[in-house]
């Protein structure tokens, strides 16, 4: 009887974190084979509008599974018409190896979300669920979901350890068209991409129109962000218009003021160095907060964006002293557009009508106070900019 590990997703595009993840699941699971399965349609997800078609998923995801002895890439997903249900092909599977042991092998955060697959009851009683996790993620969280798994459906779970490398096919996708994805991406996978011009690798992406530029930055933004960024570009659009500022130079700092934030600190650091970019020691200890600096230098570095939305961009999360009209516009649009909601906000959305400089003081007051009571580092700039308007007020 073989032990068949079943890998799948939308390998939108295949990265060397999914390899190194086949490799330590046959390692640590002793498994004698590793069906790796792009899905057609994904069931939970909505592919980003800079995709390829499944044809071209299936071809990278071969081609970076290369080396990988005892690792298939099967194109059964694609066959089937509708959603890439995984209940559908762990059924499909069972049927051609009967006698054999199968795992789906997944990370936490798909684990996390199973009992609101398709069918999991058909799922768990065919498979056992082998689950990578890092020492990062929450223990207890993830025994309570094994045992709630175990006593609903009477799921056979296998829980490993697992340091594979943390990206996520977001940041990935992003890092190509930032032009620094070469140390995420197979050499064989980045010719397919070049060659095919994929995921904007080899577009120019300068000056485009705002339609265009808002269709291309939303679709290298993390899908739980995408409403976020498209209520601040809209929220500092009225602002500017209000305040007799440049509108479209507003609406399109709203819309980039977030480009980097789906990488995580590995990534913002690997974009500073290949972009040159000088850190001071507080940014250097809080890599999670480089976004609006690592941000405004795409703006203008890919996308072609002057002097007024760069600056907008590098100040929308600390502030400074002696902003632009600007610069406080994209500042408030980001901590009072729409979508979000917190106490003070309303409070923030009237003032910002009244007085701008206010409103701005309250805002950093309220960012100062939160940071304080988490007990997190305050950048000097913020700290400079709340006393200036202290003493001007």
């Not at 330590?24 to 899905?39: C, G, K, Q, S």
């Not at 003081?361 to 997190?376: A, I, P």
């Not at 580092?377 to 400079?384: E, G, K, R, T, V």
Request: glycine residues 6%; proline residues 4%.
């Amino acid at each position: 009887m073989a032990r068949i590990g079943i890998f799948g997703g939308s390998f939108n595009p295949p990265h060397l974190g999914h390899m190194l993840a086949v490799r330590e699941f046959m390692e640590e699971l002793t498994l004698d084979r590793v069906l790796i399965i792009p899905a057609a349609i994904p069931p939970h997800k909505q592919l980003s509008a800079n995709s390829p078609d499944a044809a071209a998923r299936l071809e990278m995801t071969r081609l970076a599974a290369q080396d990988i002895e005892n690792a298939e890439v099967l194109d059964i997903e694609l066959k089937r018409q509708g959603a890439s249900y995984t209940a559908d092909t762990v059924a499909q599977l069972h049927e051609q190896y009967p006698t054999d042991e199968l795992f789906l092998l997944m990370g936490t955060d798909m684990f996390f979300s199973f009992e609101k697959w398709y069918h999991p009851e058909r799922i768990t009683a065919l498979c056992t669920l082998a689950v990578a996790h890092r020492n990062a993620d929450n223990a207890q969280l993830l025994h309570q979901c094994v045992e709630r798994l175990r006593e609903k459906f009477g799921a056979k779970v296998c829980v490993i350890e697992n340091d594979y490398l943390p990206h996520s096919s977001t940041s990935v996708r992003a890092m190509l068209a930032f032009g620094c994805a070469e140390s995420y991406i197979s050499p064989r996978v980045m010719e397919y991409i070049r060659n095919h011009k994929l995921y904007y690798v080899v577009d120019d992406l300068k000056n485009m129109p705002f339609g265009r530029l808002s269709e291309v930055s939303l679709s290298l933004h993390a899908a739980k962000r995408v409403n976020h960024v498209k209520g601040c570009s809209q929220t500092a659009m009225t602002l500017a218009e209000f305040y007799g500022e440049d509108v479209e130079a507003a609406g399109r700092a709203g819309i980039l003021h977030d480009i980097t934030k789906a990488l995580n600190a590995e990534e913002q650091l690997l974009l500073c160095r290949e972009y040159g970019m000088i850190l001071n020691q507080f940014e250097t200890d809080n890599p999670k907060l480089l976004h609006a600096k690592t941000g405004s230098e795409v703006a203008r570095r890919i996308f072609g964006e002057n002097e007024l939305v760069y600056r907008a961009i590098c100040w929308h999360t600390t502030g400074k002293e002696e902003m632009t009209v600007l610069e406080k516009i994209i500042y408030l649009a980001d901590y009072m557009e729409p979508n979000r909601d917190f106490s003070g906000v309303e409070e923030l959305r009237r003032l910002v009508y009244e007085n701008l400089d206010e409103a701005m003081l309250l805002g950093l007051r309220m960012s100062v106070e939160q940071l304080t009571s988490r007990g997190m580092q305050i950048d000097p700039n913020s700290l400079a900019a709340l006393r200036s308007l202290e003493a001007k007020l």
